[in-house]
């Protein structure tokens, strides 16, 4: 059992939170994940690390609540214990180390991106972080990534907070302004491609963080196949960062969809994922 010592709702519909998991913490590195069970009867879900107190044995996850197991854990209260946490899983974020990084994040991605940022900062790397959202309230982690980055671009579709637009316009202004060494990109699917075709022909080396529908998180269940540069790859165990110049995106986007008519029923209530609604294959 791993316990919540520490919630934050950052959002109505978005929470942080740590939770107790000293091994995990003890061995996490930038770009990883862990995947939760909430209780007996739960799904998986991976989430990725938006950090951790090594000391404190603490991981901090940034939990936006889209679907049924999400909803139930931000509705966790300090205290209240996670059934399993499994991790740390994926491989660690390598980036080209020379000239400016930059790492964009949409949602979770803005947590799930610090501590590369955080990392490359200390290591003394130029640093400019990017956040995008819909509307000023649902910037999340500014503050954290102005701790991180040298410089911090907030874009919003409505404009009522930062650069009225989507992470590329404020990437289109650092790409005139800088040599930038590496991008790496963690959000919807949407976002990634689009800063992946905008890097494209500046040739600058993109990494995108892919959130294929995972189960064992070990590339035991094929679940996560994603197809990279023409080749079948598992994101849970090869990933989940891969060139985002390489990615089938039209595939991961497909693949995303598989269980809708599962996850629409247990958004209803109405059951766990354990229906009598055939599964597609795998
Ligand atoms: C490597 C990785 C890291 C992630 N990090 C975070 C994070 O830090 N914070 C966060 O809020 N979310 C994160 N996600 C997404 C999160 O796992 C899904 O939102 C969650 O599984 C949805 O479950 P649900 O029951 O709430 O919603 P559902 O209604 O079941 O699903 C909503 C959507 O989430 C996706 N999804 C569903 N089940 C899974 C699954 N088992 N694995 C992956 N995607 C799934 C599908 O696209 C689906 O349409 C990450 C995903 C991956 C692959
Ligand atoms: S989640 Fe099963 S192979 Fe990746």
């Not at 679907?67 to 994926?90: C, H, N, W, Y």
């Not at 660690?92 to 991106?113: E, S």
Request: include cysteine.
């Amino acid at each position: 059992m791993n316990r919540i010592v520490y919630k934050q709702m950052l959002t109505p519909t978005t929470a942080l939170l740590q939770v107790e998991a000293p091994w995990i913490a003890r061995k996490a590195q930038p770009g990883q994940f862990i995947i939760v069970r909430l209780d007996d009867e739960g799904e998986r879900i991976p989430l990725s690390l938006s950090g951790w107190d090594r000391a404190a044995g603490t991981l901090r996850l940034i939990v936006q609540g889209v679907g049924f197991t999400t909803k139930q854990m931000i509705a966790l209260e300090v205290g209240d214990s996670i059934r399993d946490v499994v991790g740390p899983l994926g491989q660690r974020t390598h980036l080209p180390p020379d000239g400016t990084l930059v790492v964009i994040g949409g949602g979770y991605g803005a947590g799930a991106v610090l501590p590369t940022a955080r990392e490359a900062r200390a290591a003394g790397r130029r640093t400019v972080g990017i956040i995008g959202a819909r509307t000023r309230k649902l910037v999340l982690m500014e503050e954290e990534m102005r701790q991180v980055c040298n410089e911090v671009f907030v874009t919003t579709d409505d404009g009522s907070q930062g650069i009225k637009g989507l992470v590329t316009d404020a990437l289109s202004q650092v790409i005139a302004a800088d040599r930038i060494g590496a991008v790496l990109a963690v959000g919807p699917v949407p976002m990634m491609r689009a800063v992946s075709e905008l890097t494209r022909p500046h040739q600058i080396p993109t990494f995108v963080s892919l959130n294929a529908i995972m189960v064992d998180g070990t590339g035991m269940c094929g679940g996560c196949r994603v197809t990279v540069g023409g080749q079948s790859k598992f994101a849970c165990f090869d990933g989940p960062d891969f060139d985002g110049h390489t990615v089938n995106y039209d595939e991961l986007i497909q693949r995303q969809k598989m269980y809708k008519p599962q996850e629409a029923m247990a958004q209803d209530h109405e059951c766990r994922l354990r229906t009598d609604v055939p599964m597609s294959p795998v």
